[in-house]
């Protein structure tokens, strides 16, 4: 193999498929990044066996050929070449890598291409096709209220529902549920239900650029995956074997109090109260208070203490539909949640302060997010 790229082109490959290297496996080829050329470009991938990452970048080709180098050795050496252009050269006999950039001379050893996991089939017959900007912002809104407990899998992933043209998203970790609704460009032929580690979405929003294109995602039967392509990189991950909640047994069907909020003030209020709540349980106490009547305003006060550090109020306006009530949250999981809302103000429903609350953002039903309460203590 031979073959030049630009050192910008390369860096940028190397930061997207490193993520999916194994740190630690019996496999020492699973530390490294096989690097293939394929029709005229330069292929690099990596996988856990769980997870795994491809990328193609352009490259001028002399010699085709393959090899698997270390990814950390490449990945550091690549971000401190000093020139514009790096030249690969393969000794195909020793496995040794030659890398060539300005004054800089280096060989890296490898391992053999054919030890290295086959990932994805070739074909992507049956794909969904899903707007980039419009699914990355369903994955954020998503991803974070998976669980990281391994010890319950399934809810480390996020299930992925799509009947017709109606896709739907939902993860929970046992405190807090979030939902997402969605449709398609265009009905599907068949429906799709797989649990997806929250771990694979996450790691190809960041790979999806912000631009027009769309992530083709293929589930292929009898394979227990999920391909998902993007203009010039392919993310395959294991699906996660289960059955998930009946999420929609958890979202309350009616409320006795519901909370119209500024989403920026509550924010900010959250933001304050985790300061103090972060030294002891992270609770946050909100306190609903309903107006005696049309002519006095109302607020929602959100208060937090700690024996070490001392405590916080804040009052936020609001306007307050129903009942007052006093009510704890984890303040941590209420922060994320108020994070990942675009709209300029949230609805908070209530009913009692040891029933879940539930938050909407304002003029947007296709989120929903449910939020267990505290021990008000």
């Known amino acids: 193999m031979k073959v030049t790229v630009l050192q910008e082109n390369l860096s940028r490959g190397l930061s997207i498929v490193s993520r999916a290297v194994s740190p630690r496996s019996t496999l020492p080829v699973l530390a490294n990044i096989l690097i293939a050329t394929d029709e005229g470009r330069l292929r690099l991938s990596a996988t856990n066996l769980e997870l795994g990452i491809t990328a193609w ?3 001028k080709v002399e010699n085709e050929g393959a090899t698997t180098i270390p990814s950390r050795t490449f990945s550091d050496l690549v971000n401190t070449l000093p020139g514009d252009q790096v030249l690969l ?18 060989d890296i050893r490898g391992i053999d291409a054919d030890e290295f996991p086959p990932l ?13 900007v419009d699914f990355k912002e369903m994955i954020q809104q998503v991803a974070f209220a998976a669980s990281t407990d391994e010890a319950r899998p399934v809810l480390m992933g996020v299930l992925l529902t799509a009947v017709g043209d109606q896709i739907t998203m939902a993860s ?14 265009a009905p599907l032929e068949e429906a799709i239900n797989a649990i997806i580690p929250a771990r694979a ?35 395959v991950s ?45 609770v946050a106490r909100l306190d609903i208070k309903a107006p005696a009547s049309d002519m006095e305003p109302s607020e929602v006060e959100i208060s937090a203490q700690s024996e070490e550090t001392g405590s916080n109020e804040t009052i936020v306006e609001a306007t307050v539909d129903g009942i007052g009530l006093l009510i704890a949250f984890n303040v941590k999981f209420l922060r994320e949640v108020l994070e990942i809302i675009k709209t300029p103000n949230v609805a908070i429903e209530t009913s009692a302060p040891n029933a879940p609350g539930v938050i909407r953002p304002v003029g947007d039903d296709d989120f929903t997010h449910v939020i267990m309460p505290m021990h008000l203590g």
């Open 89 to 106: 050269n393969l000794n195909s006999e020793t496995q040794t890598m030659n890398i060539r950039s300005g004054a800089s001379t280096n």
């Open 201 to 235: 979405l996450t790691e190809l929003s960041r790979i999806a650029s912000d631009g027009n294109e769309s992530i083709s995602m293929l589930v292929p039967k009898g394979r227990g995956q999920v391909i998902f392509r993007v203009k010039d990189a392919e993310l």
């Open 238 to 282: 294991q699906l996660i074997d289960g059955a998930f909640p009946d999420y929609e047994q958890i979202i309350p069907r009616s409320h006795k109090s519901r909370t119209l909020v500024s989403t920026a003030a509550l924010l900010k209020a959250c933001k304050q109260a985790e300061i103090f709540a972060r030294e002891g349980t992270n």
């Open 172 to 185: 929970a970790d046992g405190f807090r549920l979030s939902v997402r609704k969605a449709t398609l460009s």
């Open 120 to 132: 994805a089939p070739p074909d992507m017959d049956g794909v969904m096709q899903l707007n980039v």
């Open 57 to 59: 970048i352009p490259a």
